[in-house]
């Protein structure tokens, strides 16, 4: 079953402009993952933040992960066109558990 | 490096015909592999999980015969959709992964799309 639910289901901003996508869990997690995925396209991982992790920086992306709330949240900082994709969080709780995914944020920047 | 390749990209059938698909980790070996299946506009449900030389696990309400799984080496798994049909249409997507019980970052294919007529 999913685990995770992102808000918003779609964002549509301006290039330049910051893009915020939520992510939201129920149970607890070793590590919280987001991927981006392109129309038509396989999933790409785009950072990876763990449980004792508060913020992770790569790139343009910052992650922030709160356990005590359960939620995560992805920043794409002057975001471009090519930044247009769906991206999903997926949670991994450890051991030969397996990846749970969210139903995603559809971003769509205009140039 | 840690490329997953899929093929076919594309398949258009005929309703009762089996259709076979490949995954294939390019330059690592693969502990274990996943498919998955997406419907348009929405998320990945994992429908089953395979490691080397055993036997898949399928997610529940997965039905094994219908979908085949082998997973003969550390580089190659395959689905076969067998008597596919149109409800079977679908964006499959598989992914490897090199960590297993660790971190679980997982590396994805490119997804073949599977029209059923």
């Known amino acids: 079953s999913q685990q995770g639910e992102e808000d918003p289901q779609a964002l549509s901003i301006q290039e330049g402009e910051n893009a915020t996508m939520n992510c939201s869990y129920k149970?607890?997690?070793?590590?919280l993952q987001w991927y981006r995925q392109n129309s038509g396209r396989g999933l790409v991982h785009l950072i990876l933040?763990?449980?004792?992790?508060r913020e992770k920086h790569s790139g343009r992306l910052r992650v922030t992960l709160d356990t005590s709330k359960k939620s995560s949240s992805l920043l794409i900082t002057a975001s471009r066109a090519a930044d247009t994709a769906s991206y999903f969080c997926?949670?991994?709780?450890?051991?030969?558990?397996?990846?749970?995914f969210g139903k995603g944020t559809m971003l769509l920047v205009s140039p | 490096g840690a490329v997953v390749s899929q093929h076919p990209s594309w398949v258009i059938c005929k309703s009762g015909t089996s259709v076979k698909i490949e995954c294939r980790s390019l330059?690592?070996?693969?502990?274990?592999m996943f498919w998955y299946r997406q419907f348009p506009k929405q998320s990945l449900m994992l429908m089953a999980t395979?490691?080397?030389?055993?036997?898949?696990?399928?997610e529940q309400g997965v039905e094994k015969d219908k979908f085949l799984i082998n997973h003969a080496s550390l580089t190659l798994s395959t689905l076969t959709v067998t008597s596919a049909h149109p409800e079977d249409s679908s964006f499959y997507i598989c992914?490897?992964?090199?960590?297993?019980?660790?971190?679980?970052?997982?590396?994805f294919g490119p997804g073949t799309r599977l029209l059923v007529l």
């Open positions: 149970t607890s997690i070793n590590n």
């Open positions: 992914s490897a992964g090199r960590d297993r019980g660790l971190e679980e970052t997982q590396y």
């Open positions: 933040i763990r449980s004792n992790e």
């Open positions: 395979s490691n080397e030389g055993s036997k898949a696990t399928y």
């Open positions: 997926a949670t991994f709780r450890g051991g030969y558990s397996t990846l749970t």
């Open positions: 330059d690592f070996q693969a502990t274990t």
